[in-house]
């Protein structure tokens, strides 16, 4: 719909909606919490349930599931029959059963939800305003290991989400000619590097990431019994000088880059290309906001760059596909292949210019 064609009263509507976005989210997450999403499903087939069952079944009182379902039946999450019986609409059952909307209102509440009221603040100074509601760090990456069992369970499900899905199309991809040595580049918890030990039994692989984040990698590396063919490298990026080893054929960056502003990116990539050999590849794979086919997961992607600005580092985003084309291109990178995977992902393979 058109912005300039709108009807003033629907327009002053969604406005309110906007107003009171956050009150409709901290009931809908309540609503979760509490067991009366899972009440009301199972109810569906007998004519739906009443506040005061609710109520009683929950060991909660009238008054507080009332005002829950008030404000979620203005903004179509429940409904009421003429009975007086409530029953899930369809965005409801999405709000309480779909694992990709679970994951966002998950990572949403626990890890940028407080972070959020800083906002101004970030876009003012560049600095990421909000990880104060999380920890004393200069970005999020440097506490991950340090956050509470929650915060980090949502942080990984939002993390992993977005690239587990992906991963069996891409080890095929990557492993149409032989791998001998993989950089899997910011590593996080390992699981890249156990699938490519688990895919090939010729490959060895070396993590490189932040200590805290690289102690738990290697970690479950271990656990999975590929230790002897895994070592990990240490680093910064954000250091004056970072460097890596040399020796791989391959340069995995999954869903890393995007981490970084576009200076970061240039310096991680030229650090990239002054360790990769003349037969190196380096292999990108991220959500880039103009690949994407449906309005939502463009929408995600850049909800997920507010988040880069007020709680991870500040200056980051999820970035076009061509920006990252510019950026390689500056770094001494020639693109090789460039190739969808999933529903919402690109591969970009380069190689030294």
């Not at 979760?32 to 009683?56: P, S, W």
């Not at 939800?113 to 909000?130: Q, R, V, W």
């Not at 310096?267 to 190196?280: G, I, P, W």
Request: negative net charge.
């Amino acid at each position: 719909m058109s912005t300039q064609s709108i009807k003033a009263i629907d327009a002053i509507q969604e406005a309110h909606k906007i107003a009171f976005a956050p009150f409709v989210f901290q009931a809908t997450v309540s609503l979760r919490k509490l067991g009366i999403f899972d009440l009301i499903f199972e109810r569906r087939k007998k004519g739906g349930i009443t506040v005061e069952e609710i109520a009683e079944q929950l060991l909660l009182s009238s008054y507080g599931v009332g005002v829950l379902l008030e404000i979620t039946e203005s903004s179509n999450i429940v409904s009421k029959n003429e009975t007086e019986h409530y029953e899930l609409t369809t965005i409801g059952y999405f709000l309480a059963y779909n694992e990709t909307v679970n994951v966002n209102i998950n990572f949403t509440n626990e890890v940028c939800y407080k972070g959020l009221f800083h906002l101004d603040e970030a876009i003012k100074t560049g600095k990421p305003s909000g990880l104060k509601e999380l920890g004393n760090w200069s970005t999020v990456y440097q506490g991950l290991s340090q956050l509470t069992p929650l915060q980090q369970k949502s942080w990984l499900e939002f993390d992993h989400h977005y690239s587990d899905d992906i991963f069996s199309d891409a080890l095929k991809l990557l492993f149409k000619k032989e791998r001998k040595h993989i950089f899997d580049i910011g590593a996080n918890t390992g699981k890249f590097t156990i699938q490519c030990c688990t895919h090939s039994e010729q490959v060895n692989m070396t993590m490189i990431d932040l200590p805290g984040q690289l102690k738990k990698a290697l970690a479950n590396v271990k656990k999975a019994g590929f230790d002897k063919r895994v070592k990990g490298h240490e680093i910064d990026w954000l250091s004056e000088n970072p460097t890596i080893p040399t020796g791989a054929d391959t340069f995995w960056l999954c869903q890393f880059l995007d981490c970084f502003s576009k200076a970061e990116i240039l310096k991680v990539l030229k650090t990239c290309v002054n360790s990769m050999d003349e037969n190196a590849e380096l292999i990108i794979v991220e959500t880039f906001t103009d690949r994407q086919k449906f309005d939502n997961a463009k929408f995600i992607l850049e909800a997920t760059s507010l988040y880069f600005t007020v709680i991870a580092n500040g200056n980051s985003k999820m970035y076009k596909a061509t920006e990252f084309q510019e950026i390689a291109s500056e770094a001494g990178l020639k693109l090789k292949e460039d190739i969808a995977i999933g529903e919402y992902h690109t591969m970009f393979t380069f190689s030294k210019a």
